[in-house]
């Protein structure tokens, strides 16, 4: 326990303290991501996608996704967020904020919130992976129930 402890500490510092030139999210700079994972509302469930942003400022972009969610009937999934990002040009490690809205579809249409978090850990100055968790609620008028989505994907800027 104590040892894992110590491993967990020091691969945290590395990663926090290491250095990456890059322009990541300097205004105008898009990023292209593709993603699979998996989503829950009771029962789990596949979903991939692929989600295009536009960094507005150094911290802030504009996202827009679509993605399908593999269930009994398939969701078409398109939504529109906005990101914060946490970290700077030169972060190996960027946590961000995200949230927005959209549709779900199934054959009926769900107006949906989302809001979530992740990381994105640069491996080179134009990828990164990243990791995402997102709730979304949905209205009461339509067939989908809210849902959580926990994703892992890959990021080009350009």
């Given at each position: 326990m104590k040892r894992g402890m110590v491993v967990f500490v020091v691969v945290w510092t590395v990663v926090l303290f290491s250095q990456q030139a890059s322009a990541q999210f300097l205004p105008g700079i898009s990023e292209i991501t593709?993603?699979?994972?998996?989503?829950?509302?009771?029962?789990?469930n596949g979903t991939a996608g692929v989600a295009l942003a536009?960094?507005?400022?150094?911290?802030l972009g504009a996202e827009g996704e679509v993605g399908?969610?593999?269930?009994?009937?398939r969701i078409i999934n398109v939504n529109v967020d906005?990101?914060?990002n946490f970290g700077s040009g030169t972060s190996l490690l960027v946590p961000y904020i995200l949230g927005g809205a959209g549709f779900l579809n199934d054959g009926g249409t769900d107006v949906a919130v989302n809001a979530g978090g992740g990381i994105k850990l640069f491996v080179d100055a134009n990828i990164a992976l990243r990791a995402d968790f997102r709730?979304?609620?949905?209205?009461?008028?339509?067939?989908?129930?809210?849902?959580?989505?926990?994703y892992g994907g890959i990021v080009f800027f350009f």
């Amino acid at each position: 326990m104590k040892r894992g402890m110590v491993v967990f500490v020091v691969v945290w510092t590395v990663v926090l303290f290491s250095q990456q030139a890059s322009a990541q999210f300097l205004p105008g700079i898009s990023e292209i991501t593709g993603y699979g994972g998996a989503t829950f509302d009771g029962v789990k469930n596949g979903t991939a996608g692929v989600a295009l942003a536009v960094n507005l400022t150094p911290r802030l972009g504009a996202e827009g996704e679509v993605g399908m969610i593999f269930a009994d009937e398939r969701i078409i999934n398109v939504n529109v967020d906005f990101v914060f990002n946490f970290g700077s040009g030169t972060s190996l490690l960027v946590p961000y904020i995200l949230g927005g809205a959209g549709f779900l579809n199934d054959g009926g249409t769900d107006v949906a919130v989302n809001a979530g978090g992740g990381i994105k850990l640069f491996v080179d100055a134009n990828i990164a992976l990243r990791a995402d968790f997102r709730a979304f609620l949905t209205s009461t008028s339509g067939k989908v129930d809210d849902l959580e989505r926990f994703y892992g994907g890959i990021v080009f800027f350009f």
